[in-house]
């Protein structure tokens, strides 16, 4: 296996183990409420200008065309592996050679979209929240988070 691949490995066991068992680098004090409004409570902090939402807001006007792109590239694959199926269907015999390119493409086509979907769709575009008697842009977060607040879960809206 190659070193890059099992860092990759090692880093998502990783991750995986930390955020099952709650463990933190550096927690801080989260917010105390009382049990009655507790269950009823979601904790918003304000939305930080970060670089990933300003590049994701400006590939937004690119957004039709990538996916314009992205389709054509799609209905490309099935036409090449079509192809390789046919021709090893007219010759009666597997012919490993007529599908390296269709998987050489698919991959490529596999990696650009998800290089592009991480570009396009940031973690605050899922966090991003309305709060009812606020104005200005919030995001879902933990408790413990600084900056977090305590708010009523029926004043949050997506």
């Not at 890059?4 to 930390?18: E, T």
């Not at 009382?34 to 400006?58: E, M, Q, R, V």
């Not at 090449?80 to 199926?85: E, K, Q, Y």
């Not at 575009?125 to 305590?150: F, H």
């Amino acid at each position: 296996m190659k070193p890059l691949m099992l860092f990759a490995i090692i880093a998502l066991v990783s991750i995986v183990i930390v955020v099952s068992f709650d463990m933190q680098l550096a927690p801080n004090a989260a917010i105390m409420l009382s049990p009655d409004s507790a269950a009823n409570a979601l904790y918003i902090c304000p939305k930080t200008d970060a670089f990933w939402d300003g590049f994701a807001a400006a590939m937004l006007p690119f957004h039709k065309y990538l996916m314009i792109g992205f389709f054509f590239v799609v209905m490309l694959l099935m036409f090449s592996w079509g192809w390789a199926l046919y021709q090893n269907l007219l010759s009666d015999s597997f012919k490993k050679e007529s599908f390296q390119k269709p998987w050489q493409l698919t991959k490529f086509t596999f990696w650009v979209s998800v290089i592009a979907l991480l570009f396009i769709m940031t973690p605050n575009y899922y966090r991003s929240v309305k709060v009812d008697g606020l104005t200005g842009e919030y995001v879902l977060c933990e408790g413990d988070t600084p900056g977090a607040a305590a708010v009523r879960a029926d004043a949050v809206h997506n």
